[in-house]
């Protein structure tokens, strides 16, 4: 096969295979969301608690942050495509166990599942975008496939309740888990881990790792990423953003609507359907002004703030103009497109063989925050439960929601002092003339 510059014959193919795996992490992102509109229907299917009805929603999560470390080593080790393909395979059995779940322990068991596919679509894309992409199109195409995940957020606001009022829940996921085994064949059989397997040269001036990556530089990195106090500083800020936004627009949004505002489902869903389209929006924006101007902690400083004045109107007000509600939730998930430009930032300090494995070891921090969040914020919804029920669901109460945006408000602040912090070390580290590398602690 003859050989070509990646500038010109592949473009079209980088996209095409970019798209194929950015739709399986829409997928991701449409599942770990859905319980905001199918709450109700849960509540009343398998009788559940604010908290049950939490850990429900975060059994997603517990698999899935606990596996982004690993998933980034085996993606390091055994390539994208496999582990993609795989993944979306797994994931696509856990929709089927829940969506025919009769029973509430079925269904966790098959969200967890659903998480345990789900928790190698991220990494491999990033993998996948360091092979083929330059460094200063990394970010950009990190916020494009973000941009991805806030469309499946999208899909699962109210086209998916306009869906279930047309044939039921159980039905709809049935339908999305039959897509999903098509994607994982068409991924399989299509992507391509490196321009050199489908025949082209590498990127100028990159040298991506080999498709398999020795383990004993896999162990190595690992430690390396670990002892950083850069990773643990992203990890923390992604944790609380990414915790309190996925709990929010993925749980507990569209009750809070629907109890204080006295809507239905559907209309309560389209306030969160504006936050999903911020999320759409702010990666690529955000991911491409930091590409253009070479900014990047201080984008996510910026992002940190924003994010915890957004809660915190919702905290002081409880109930404000519902427009304004809105704009609120457009902000936070809109600068959510900032904190993860800590994936930029963490890529950069590393080798391409560890591309992987930092963006697994930070991501599995964020997404701790994302099964914690749900659990504790229907905990302080239970607290100040009146007993009212209304179609078998809970009605929650004004103090409550408070007490719940309040937590969310407080996970800001201190988001805020880890992207400071993140950006006092970044910056000495650019100042030294003999800066690395290596870890800084």
Known sequence: MSRFSIRTAPTRLRWALWALLATGFLLVSFHRVTSAVLADDLARAFDTTGAELGMLHASFFYIY????????????????????????????????????????????????????????????????????????????????????????????????????????????????????????????????????????????????PASSVELATVVENTRRVLREGETWLMGTMLFLVLGTNFTVTGLWGVPYIADLYDVSVRTASLFVFVGNVGFLLGSPVLGTLSDRIGYRTELIVASCVVFTLAYGLVFLLVTPPLLLVGVLLFSALFVMGGAVIAFTVAKERHDATASATVSGAINSMGYFGAALFPAVMGLALDAYWTGETVAGARVYTPTGYRVAFGIATAAGVVAVCCAYLLHRRESRTDAAPSATAEPTD
């Open 65 to 208: 942050a606990g596996l982004q470390l690993p998933a980034g080593i085996l993606v390091d080790r055994a390539g994208s495509r496999r582990v993609a393909a795989g993944g979306l395979a797994v994931m696509a059995f856990g929709v089927f166990g829940f969506a025919l779940a009769p029973t509430y322990g079925v269904a966790f068991a098959s969200r967890a599942l659903l998480g345990l596919g789900g928790s190698v679509l991220y990494t491999a894309t990033l993998r996948f975008l360091a092979n083929w992409y330059r460094p200063d199109e990394f970010a950009t195409m990190t916020g494009w496939t973000v941009a991805a995940a806030g469309m499946g957020g999208v899909l699962a606001t109210t086209p998916l309740a306009v869906a279930i009022d047309a044939v039921g829940w159980r039905s709809v996921l049935l339908a999305v888990g039959v897509g999903g085994v098509g994607l994982a064949v068409v991924t399989f059989f299509a992507v391509r881990d490196r321009p050199r397997d489908a025949g082209f040269d590498p990127l100028d001036g990159v040298r991506p």
